[in-house]
């Protein structure tokens, strides 16, 4: 199977969100599940204070999971404050492939740029 059961990705760092753009800066985490069955997921996330170890999520048969790190809550997590740094583990139960992408809108120009993790 293509993928890892361990990704890590130590480049987390919200953007500051300014009024004025039309476009959201942000931060994804993209979950591919080639899979023939569900995959449990476990995602921490570290930064200056204690971790905030398993938080559970599923990635349904064959789909991709998209999660936006600026609407953490939405998917059981706490809050990821901006303009702090953050990395996150990702922990399955099956291979999987993973991928973070950023969109910096604090610019002009805007910045996307997208990164596999490291795994093992």
């Known amino acids: 199977m293509a993928g890892a059961k361990t990704w890590y990705f130590p480049d987390g760092y919200l953007p500051e969100k300014l009024g004025n753009s039309r476009i959201e800066a942000r931060e994804a985490l993209m979950l591919l599940n ?8 476990l995602l921490d996330f570290f930064e200056d204070r204690d971790p ?20 953490a809550p939405e ?6 404050r901006a303009l702090v740094p953050y990395a996150l583990r990702v ?9 973070f992408g950023r969109l910096d809108a604090t610019q002009d120009n ?3 740029y997208s990164s596999m993790g490291f795994n093992d």
Request: positive net charge; glycine residues 6%.
């Open 34 to 41: 080639i899979n023939t069955k569900p995959v449990e997921v």
């Open 52 to 71: 905030v170890l398993g938080v559970p999520i599923t990635i349904g048969a064959e789909r991709v999971l998209c999660l936006r790190m600026d609407k």
């Open 75 to 80: 998917f059981g997590s706490p809050a990821i």
């Open 91 to 99: 922990r399955l139960d099956r291979e999987i492939i993973a991928q």
């Open 110 to 112: 805007l910045a996307y």
